[in-house]
Each structure stands twice: as C-alpha cells, then as structure tokens.
C-alpha cells in the first residue's frame, strides 16, 4: 500500500485537500473467475483508493508494480456530488467463490447509484 503521507500529497498535487480521514482503497469485481485464482483475480482487478471529497468522489487508480508495491497511476476520475443518487455500504456473506482474489469474510461492497 502507497503510505498515506503519499496518498494525501497527491490529493493535494490534484488539487483536492488534505483530508486523509475519508479515504478506502476498493478493488473492482470484474474479474472472478474461480479457475484462474485468488492470486491471479486479486492482481488482475482494478484498484483504487477513494476518497471522499466535498466536490464528489475521487477515484485514484492503483497498479501493483513488479517489486509488488502499490503504486499510483495517475489515471483519476472524480465523480460529481450532483450526479451520485446513492451510495451504500453493504457485508457481503461468506461465499464458496473465496478464490475470486476478495476476502469474502472481511468484504464490504461500495454500491453506487
């Protein structure tokens, strides 16, 4: 993981504040497939770290480099406060597909409208 000192002085580079109290890092689910692997699914899928802005939500995309550190890309896109419905926070329940590269025991799903 990128230290928070890290994240917060790119927020800033960004023009956002320096606010670190809001910040997750998510992972997408798009890829799960059970026969590939938890190693494989978990760096296959797109991470990030949100951050929860006065504006909207800024999502700050994260690669894992070869050294296997988490790195950021530099790819950003912040999602308007206008155009976000809703937004929930849900546990997701144990599931067999535990080799998806999630800790299902341990997952909380970011749901957006």
């Known amino acids: 993981m990128a230290s928070l000192?890290?994240?917060v002085r790119y927020k800033q580079s960004l023009g956002f504040s320096a606010?670190?109290?809001?910040?997750i890092f998510?992972?997408?689910d798009s890829h799960n497939n059970v026969l590939l692997g938890?190693?494989?699914?978990?760096?296959?899928?797109t991470m990030y770290y949100i951050s929860f802005e006065q504006t909207g939500l800024l999502f700050m995309?994260?690669?894992v480099s070869p050294t296997l550190h988490y790195q950021l890309t530099g790819e950003d896109k912040l999602i308007p406060l206008s155009v976000i419905r809703?937004?929930?926070f849900e546990p997701v329940k144990f599931s067999a597909r535990f080799t998806t590269g999630?800790?299902?025991l341990t997952?909380?799903?970011l749901g957006c409208v």
């Open 61 to 63: 995309k994260v690669a």
């Open 26 to 28: 998510a992972q997408s």
């Open 19 to 23: 606010d670190a109290d809001k910040i």
């Open 86 to 88: 809703s937004l929930s």
């Open 107 to 109: 997952q909380i799903e």
């Open 102 to 104: 999630k800790n299902r």
């Open 38 to 45: 938890g190693i494989v699914n978990g760096l296959i899928n």
């Open 5 to 7: 000192d890290t994240i």
